[in-house]
């Protein structure tokens, strides 16, 4: 996808969530458009490189993406919270992620989807399933 595709895709989506478009919004966007796994905050403010935005308001803007479920929050081995797109995820669940124990890189497994979780104690209200795998990568097994 060339830039100017990516900036116009980053602004469709931001409009049918009712964002504006500013600067910055579509420049973390695009971001997370063109990744394939999760990022922690400190990577997506690496990979905007010197156009990023002063690091609260990038913090600002993915509190807002999360609260409206444009971005949803993985929270990973790394033990840091990691961003990514909603698009890839049902109401009911996140697709499930995989994090190779040797080599440490996530995968997400789009397309792959688990049984909700059944028998729950009276009480626990779920906002949606995640679920993490732990294993080895193809190129580590
Ligand atoms: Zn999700
Ligand atoms: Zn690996
Ligand atoms: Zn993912």
Redesign the pocket.
């Known amino acids: 996808m060339t830039n100017s595709n990516l900036t116009t895709k980053a602004e469709e989506i931001l409009k049918a969530a009712k964002f504006n478009c500013t600067k910055a919004q579509v420049l973390l966007l695009k971001e997370l458009l063109i990744s394939d796994k999760p990022l922690s905050r400190e990577e997506l403010i690496q990979h905007m490189g010197q156009k990023c935005p002063d690091t609260v308001t990038v913090y600002r803007i993915l509190e807002r993406f999360c609260e409206r479920g444009l971005v ?1 929050k ?1 929270y990973l081995q790394s033990r840091a919270w990691k961003y ?1 797109l ?1 698009h ?2 049902t109401t009911k ?3 499930p992620h995989f994090t190779c124990s040797d080599c440490g890189e996530t995968f997400c497994l789009t397309g792959s989807s688990l049984p909700l979780i059944k028998d729950l104690k009276k009480g626990f209200v779920i906002h ?1 399933q ?1 679920v993490n795998i732990d294993g080895l990568c193809p190129a580590c097994s």
């Open positions: 949803h993985v990514e909603g890839n995820c669940q996140c697709h949606r995640q």
